[in-house]
T-cell receptor, first 113, second 111 residues
Framework: DADVTQTPRNRITKTGKRIMLECSQTKGHDRMYWYRQDPGLGLRLIYY???????NKGEISDGYSVSRQAQAKFSLSLESAIPNQTALYFC????????????FGPGTRLTVT | SQQGEEDPQALSIQEGENATMNCSYK?????LQWYRQNSGRGLVHLIL?????REKHSGRLRVTLDTSKKSSSLLITASRAADTASYFC???????????FGQGTRLTINP
């Protein structure tokens, strides 16, 4: 089984709808991250969490919210989806040590019409 | 804004040739990492080089880091068709504890 899983893998939704993307990990890592990737661009950080009680905004948090339900689960919500939130969304995890790699989920392709 | 700027944006070479990708960044870093992404999939970590290291090897990969020029390069030797992917550099700033990614280099290996 994959260490970092994301659901759903693909989602089409309409403008104004609320949508939640979920991420689960079995690596036992404290740190979790949400990124978005737009075509031809690198990843931009939306939110990150260093433990269950620690949530931080990233570079592009406007229009998004997150919930860290447990060490293993980190959800990203779009309260009212808009077309420019159409993107590929990735969850990642890392150990609580500075200078370590991140482990990525397979991604969720979200289309807002 | 993104920390890393990668060059070239796209690279197409013949199988067996070497591929070199470059990354420049703006601020002081703890480490620089390279990741690979196959089309539309999650990123996979390739190699991490710390700010006090100058060169690192992993199989057919060689990474260099020049902190005075704020730049890094990734060399893939003896390329294979399976190396076709996008490659991203990511920097961890001093005290930042999070990564900032570049826009990536799209590498195509022609058989």
């Amino acid at each position: 089984d994959a260490d970092v899983t994301q659901t759903p893998r693909n989602r089409i939704t309409k403008t104004g709808k609320r949508i939640m993307l979920e991420c689960s990990q079995t690596k036992g890592h404290d740190r979790m991250y949400w990124y978005r990737q737009d075509p031809g661009l690198g990843l931009r950080l939306i939110y990150y969490s260093f433990d269950v009680k620690d949530i931080n905004k990233g570079e592009i948090s406007d229009g998004y919210s997150v919930s860290r339900q447990a060490q293993a689960k980190f959800s990203l919500s779009l309260e009212s989806a808009i077309p420019n939130q159409t993107a590929l969304y990735f969850c990642a995890t890392s150990p609580s040590l500075q200078g370590t790699e991140q482990y990525f989920g397979p991604g969720t392709r979200l289309t807002v019409t | 804004s993104q920390q890393g700027e990668e060059d070239p944006q796209a690279l197409s070479i013949q199988e067996g040739e070497n591929a070199t990708m470059n990354c420049s960044y703006k601020t002081s870093i703890n480490n620089l990492q390279w990741y690979r992404q196959n089309s539309g999939r999650g990123l996979v970590h390739l190699i991490l080089i710390r700010s006090n290291e100058r060169e690192k090897h992993s199989g057919r990969l060689r990474v260099t880091l020049d902190t005075s020029k704020k730049s890094s390069s990734l060399l893939i030797t003896a390329s294979r068709a399976a190396d076709t992917a996008s490659y991203f550099c990511a920097t961890e700033g001093q005290g930042a504890q999070k990564l900032v990614f570049g826009q990536g280099t799209r590498l195509t290996i022609n058989p």
